[in-house]
T-cell receptor
């Protein structure tokens, strides 16, 4: 069975540009969460979406937005990119929205800002 | 791929020995805990989880211990193998209506053949 898939795997952008990252959850999973992982640190929570609605938001500026589609796939959008946005962006899926279910991660999109 | 474990605490262990990785968590309201393994260039891989109504859970070659009194979590890996070399993260969540995970700092495990 396919795990969480993310695209693209790598991306290079310049400051001020915007970016859209994509995620397909494990089949049957309805919740998708996005995390940012800076080199040498643990992932930081950005958003959770369940049944196309935002269920949680981390401490990130409004330049970050996301949405979930009827097929449960998701997009993360970042506008006005800054050098500090360079990171590995991870998507995780779980069956439901509850906090006591395991989340399974994709291999991420490596975003580099020049 | 790039190293996930830059400047992280490192545990060096001889192949075949047991490994113990410790984690202190901060939120006394957390009621669900997960251990993840992350290899270079990959996303975190689920290892084992435990709910707060338990203090021990065993999987294949791994055991997680939870001490809620001192807010401490540990992961024991039996008969460590070269493929266990990775960065290990503990993560916690609380029932706030979403499944936000808060990750610890991570520990690099290096298995010496």
């Amino acid at each position: 069975d396919a795990g969480v898939t993310q695209s693209p795997t790598h991306l290079i952008k310049t400051r001020g540009q915007h970016v859209t990252l994509r995620c397909s959850p494990i089949s049957g999973h309805k919740s998708v969460s996005w995390y940012q992982q800076v080199l040498g640190q643990g992932p930081q929570f950005i958003f959770q979406y369940y049944e196309k609605e935002e269920r949680g938001r981390g401490n990130f500026p409004d330049r970050f937005s996301a949405r979930q589609f009827p097929n449960y796939s998701s997009e993360l959008n970042v506008n006005a990119l800054l050098l500090g946005d360079s990171a590995l962006y991870l998507c995780a899926s779980s069956v439901g929205q509850n906090s006591n279910q395991p989340q399974h991660f994709g291999d991420g999109t490596r975003l580099s800002i020049l | 791929g790039e190293s996930v474990g830059l400047h992280l605490p490192t545990l060096s262990v001889q192949e075949g020995d047991n490994s113990i990785i410790n984690c202190a968590y901060s939120n006394s309201a957390s009621d669900y805990f997960i251990w993840y393994k992350q290899e270079s260039g990959k996303g975190p891989q689920f290892i084992i989880d435990i709910r707060s109504n338990m203090d021990k859970r065993q999987g294949q070659r791994v055991t997680v211990l939870l001490n809620k009194t001192v807010k401490h979590l540990s992961l024991q890996i039996a008969a460590t193998q070269p493929g266990d070399s990775a960065v290990y993260f503990c993560a916690e969540s609380a029932s706030y209506g979403n499944n936000r995970l808060a990750f610890g700092k991570g520990n690099q495990v290096v298995v010496i053949p």
